[in-house]
């Protein structure tokens, strides 16, 4: 298994500009997320999912959107980038009642 | 909401003394997780802890959960370089939580030196 996977490992974007955060994992889990952390901060909650088509929002959910189409990935939407969105983005899963597993994240830098 | 306090925030310690982190909820846990972070690398799961009062293990790692279950303690025992890292709890949301909205603590960062 490679457990969960995030591309790109580092981004740079300009102010306005969008992009995808790719997670994907073949562990067969149901539930994912998807954390920011910043420098020298804890992980905040963005969005998670129980399941294909479910998700719901986290503590810190606004200027990102995410969707669920099959149980492997769980992409993350920003729409329109702003400095504060600028940190360290993990992706994780977990099977029911166990741990979670974490992918290696994505770095980004909004400019 | 849920906050979960970790103290201390950092924490120096030569090779070979011992090393405490405490976590505090604002709110009653079904159950606790610890995590450690390297530099530049990702949360890894240490254990879990569900009892009330429960005490774990693991080599020279001791974990305990309060007995009210709203705080617990990470203690290393003659910690080594390899300690090195950012050791975070994380709590589900409320007492029914199942871990969809685990909460993470601040973290406590530890550095060892030789």
């Known amino acids: 298994n490679a457990g969960v996977t995030q591309t790109p490992k580092f981004r740079i974007l300009k102010i306005g500009q969008s992009m995808t955060l790719q997670c994907a994992q073949d562990m067969n889990h149901n539930y994912m997320y998807w954390y920011r952390q910043d420098p020298g901060m804890g992980l905040k909650l963005i969005y998670y999912?129980?399941?294909?088509?479910?998700?719901d929002k986290g503590e810190v959910p606004n200027g990102y959107n995410v969707s669920r189409s099959t149980t492997e990935d769980f992409p993350l939407r920003l729409e329109l980038a702003a400095p504060s969105q600028t940190s360290v983005y993990f992706c994780?899963?977990?099977?029911?009642?166990?741990?979670?597993?974490f992918g290696p994240g994505t770095r980004l830098t909004v400019l | 909401g849920q906050q979960v306090m970790q103290i201390p925030q950092y924490q120096h310690v030569q090779e070979g003394e011992d090393f405490t982190t405490y976590c505090n909820s604002s709110?009653?846990?079904?159950?606790i997780q610890w995590y450690k972070q390297r530099p530049g690398g990702h949360p890894v799961f240490l254990i879990q802890l569900v009892k009330s009062g429960e005490v774990k293990k693991q080599k020279r790692l001791t974990f305990q959960f309060g007995e009210a279950k709203k705080n617990s303690s990470l203690h290393i025992t003659a910690t080594q370089t390899t300690d090195v890292g950012t050791y975070f709890c994380a709590g589900p949301g409320g007492l029914t939580g199942g871990g969809n909205k685990l909460t993470f603590g601040t973290g406590t960062q530890l550095k060892v030196e030789l």
């Open positions: 999912s129980v399941g294909a088509g479910i998700t």
């Open positions: 994780a899963s977990r099977p029911r009642d166990r741990a979670k597993y």
């Open positions: 709110t009653t846990l079904s159950n």
